[in-house]
């Protein structure tokens, strides 16, 4: 059986993530982790803090702490709120770990060996009233390519092009907004990613299997312009992973660090040696060695559209060039943006959902089954709080809520809390097996297929067929009649609960697992035959009629939450 190794694109350490970064890896790569288990796959779902670079010392440096304090705090909170979300991960590791050091040096020895790392002399950006070089996000400016004002020093976020910081028109620092900027010299190391490109386009035209957005993107970074360029994977900074060429000093690049997207990805590998050596598993090398068992490993990669440049070539560039037996990813599952009421999320405008802030309003499942319905598979999505309100309302506590609460309930006051045993099945209850047979089906091919909206839609639907079953049978009125006849209908009703439950145990697990607890089943299997499956609780099993599943969302919370969210547009 194919094993699957899943990464979803690790989160920066600089504070706390707004349900668009959610949307865009995390969660829909922790779906795709759960069905595979649910199915009986052997899985190994990593995700890591990204805790080198910028972005972590000038965190650190607003928070007042030092930088390797203020990523192990971060490290902590982001650990417990992907908990709180239901992540399953194996493991949630750290970029600034041990085994990602040594394993960062080992493939800047092995890349140096087969000719592919350079040291060049260059210009850099140097701020007089800094005292220090300024790499990458210590500088931003107009993007040169369409004009965005606030562009970083390694990419423009608004075009997605790949910058240098001398690339910036009006350059000024980000550590203290000086402009008396000058070049001067320096050196770093450049990994010659142009030689690497008739190889990486050869293995991106295989990929006949991906997304559109993401071989989109892969082939206008490949090919527009001037094409693959040699990318420097060195910066002048104190925090990261210190230069070395595998065990051995580096001549002259003593005091530099490795670019923060050099070290970040190969911290998907050295997540999994932490997991090995936190004693949750054994053999990492299984995962991601072919010649140690990890050809028969299917590698799906989860991110937003924004890292698929780093993802299909900078990355790959790394691990074909080292010329070892890595793994390389066989399918990247990317996202648009998810946007917020007509704009974007904001962290200084104080505009939007955080994730920190989701949990303290509602519980998980509410925002995993809106996130994820909505996922922002072929374009951008947006987040409205009327959307998010008439949905939850709708899909989790008028059809599947209801659902359960007013089976149970019923044949509680008819029946008592155990499946009544008389009647038979007659051509309504075959027709809905036979209808919800075929419909899981397309919900099977649809997560396998990673179409988490049609996925979505389709266990809607599913649902939505019990309830219409229910409604049109009405056993409550049946029962005045002909007791035998409604005492058939609310046992397929009743069993109708933990084949829901499994299906939607990777969309909503908290809930799927109060719906088991209610009908006291431990486990009722993937149902790969349907019939059987509807067919678990037999009769004179005894119940508990559940607590409320989802309780609605009022007007006056959607509008005590909307101006809670709203921020400061017109802020600077």
């Known amino acids: 059986m194919t094993r699957h190794l899943i990464t979803s694109a690790i989160p920066y350490i600089n504070g706390i993530k707004h349900l668009g970064n959610l949307v865009g890896s995390q ?17 190994l779902f990593l995700c890591a803090t990204d805790e080198h670079g910028t972005p972590a010392e000038l965190a650190a440096a607003k928070a007042g702490k030092p930088v390797e304090e203020y990523c192990a705090e971060m490290y902590a909170v982001q650990k417990e709120i992907a908990e709180g979300f239901g992540l399953s991960f194996d493991h949630f590791g750290r970029s600034s770990s041990e085994q990602n050091k040594r394993l960062t040096q080992h493939f800047a020895g092995a890349l140096a060996n087969e000719g592919l790392i350079e040291e060049v002399d260059q210009s850099q950006i140097y701020s007089e009233t800094d005292g220090r070089f300024l790499p990458d996000r210590y500088v931003e400016g107009t993007c040169p390519n369409c004009g965005f004002e606030d562009a970083r020093g390694d990419q423009c976020d608004n075009c997605t092009k790949q910058l240098d910081p001398e690339d910036l028109i009006n350059p000024r620092s980000t550590v203290s907004g000086a402009t008396d900027l000058e070049m001067r010299e320096t050196k770093h190391l450049f990994l010659k990613q142009s030689k690497m490109k008739d190889r990486l386009n050869d293995w991106i035209e295989s990929k006949t299997d991906w997304p559109v957005l993401t071989t ?19 910066r002048d900074l104190k925090w990261g992973v210190p230069v070395k060429r595998g065990d051995d000093p580096w001549p002259g690049m003593e005091g530099k660090v490795f670019y923060v997207w050099f070290d970040a990805p190969i911290e998907y590998i050295a997540c999994a040696q932490e997991w090995v050596d936190a004693g949750k598993g054994d053999n990492w090398e299984r995962w991601w060695r072919t010649d140690k068992g990890a050809d028969d490993v299917r590698y799906t990669q989860f991110m937003g559209k924004d890292n698929v440049p780093f993802h299909t070539l900078s990355f790959p560039a790394t691990i074909m060039g080292s010329n070892e037996p890595w793994k390389l990813v066989d399918y990247i599952k990317s996202f648009n943006y998810l946007n917020y009421d007509g704009g974007q999320f904001s962290t200084s405008r104080g505009r939007g959902v955080f994730m920190d802030q989701a949990l303290e309003i509602l519980p998980a499942d509410y925002w995993r089954w809106w996130l994820l319905s909505h996922a922002p598979e072929t374009s951008d999505a947006e987040f409205t709080w009327e959307t998010f309100q008439t949905d939850v309302n709708k899909d989790l506590a008028d059809v599947l809520g209801n659902f359960v609460s007013r089976i149970t309930k019923f044949c509680r006051s008819k029946f008592g809390e155990a499946v009544p045993n008389a009647g038979e099945y007659g051509p309504d209850e075959h027709a809905l097996i036979a209808d919800l047979t075929e419909r899981v089906a397309r919900y099977n091919a ?19 067929a019990g309830n219409e079953y229910l409604q049109a049978q009405a056993p409550w009125t049946t029962f005045k009649t002909d007791p035998d006849r409604a005492a058939a209908q609310t046992r397929l009703a009743l069993n109708l609960i933990p084949l829901y439950a499994t299906l939607a145990a990777p969309f909503i697990p908290d809930a799927a697992e109060k719906m088991l607890a209610g009908m006291k089943i431990a486990d009722a299997g993937w149902p790969d035959d349907v019939p059987a499956a509807v067919a678990q609780l037999p009769a004179g099993h005894v119940f508990e009629v559940p607590e409320v599943l989802f309780a609605k969302i009022t007007d006056e919370q959607r509008e005590e939450w909307a101006e809670r969210f709203a921020g400061k547009r017109d802020a600077a």
């Open 27 to 43: 969660l829909p790569a922790d779906l795709y982790a759960r069905y595979l288990r649910a199915r009986g796959n052997e899985v």
């Open 216 to 234: 989109s993107i892969a082939k206008k970074w490949l090919h527009d312009g001037d094409g693959l360029q040699d990318r420097g994977i060195t």
């Open 446 to 464: 649809q997560m396998d297929a990673m179409e988490v909206r049609k996925s979505a839609a389709e266990l809607r639907a599913i649902w939505a």
